[in-house]
Structure formats: structure tokens, C-alpha cells
């Protein structure tokens, strides 16, 4: 099982990212995704995931409204759409497979 973050970056406040999770090795399709955060001096936060079957469940409501989560099995990539950040955003962001893989994880910096 590999999972590959990308993009992540330094943005400014209120605007938006768009983070992709690249899923090998295993049949995406049959897994539940999510992705978690960690800021510096926090503990890893879970933010949202998506169901095999595309439902979408919120773990955090700091991010309710203005990320959320999809996922193309044919191309084996979930995404993160993250909009309106804030400089609280601001932590090194991981894909996680349902059952119990992550990703090496992917900063993102928002500046005020």
C-alpha cells in the first residue's frame, strides 16, 4: 500500500488549496479514505473521511463548510478541496486508508 500527498504549498488567508492523495497497491474502491492534520505542537487531528460508497462524514467541525473530500476510483486519487483557509489550517496534512494506512503527508502553510 502506497498513498502520495501532493499539493500543498504556502497560501494566503481565505484562499484555497486543493490536496491530492495518489492510492496504489490496493483497490481503492473498497476502502473508506480520510484525511487528518497535524499542526505544530498538536496532536494529529481526523478531518473528514469518504465511504467505498461516497458518503461523506465530517470529524471536525472547524472544517465543516469549507473542505470537503472526493474520490475517483478510476483514477485512484481522493482529493481534499480546502477553501476560506485560515492560518489555523496551517499543519502537515495526511491521507489515511480505512484500514490504518497513511501517507507520508503534505504541508500546508497559510499565512495571515
Known amino acids: 500500500v502506497q498513498l502520495v500527498e501532493s499539493g500543498g504549498g504556502l497560501v494566503q488567508s481565505g484562499g484555497s488549496l486543493r490536496l491530492s492523495c495518489a492510492a496504489s497497491?490496493?483497490?481503492?474502491?473498497?476502502?473508506?479514505m480520510g484525511w487528518f492534520r497535524q499542526a505544530p505542537g498538536k496532536a494529529r487531528e481526523a478531518l473528514i473521511c469518504i465511504s467505498a460508497s461516497d458518503e461523506i462524514r465530517y470529524y471536525s467541525d472547524s472544517v465543516k463548510g469549507r473542505f470537503t473530500i472526493s474520490r475517483d476510483n478510476s483514477k485512484n486519487t481522493v482529493d481534499l478541496q480546502m477553501n476560506s483557509l485560515k492560518p489555523e489550517d496551517t499543519a502537515v496534512y495526511y491521507c489515511v486508508q480505512g484500514a490504518g494506512f497513511w501517507g507520508q503527508g503534505t504541508q500546508v502553510t497559510v499565512s495571515s
Open positions: 497497491g490496493f483497490t481503492l474502491e473498497y476502502y473508506a
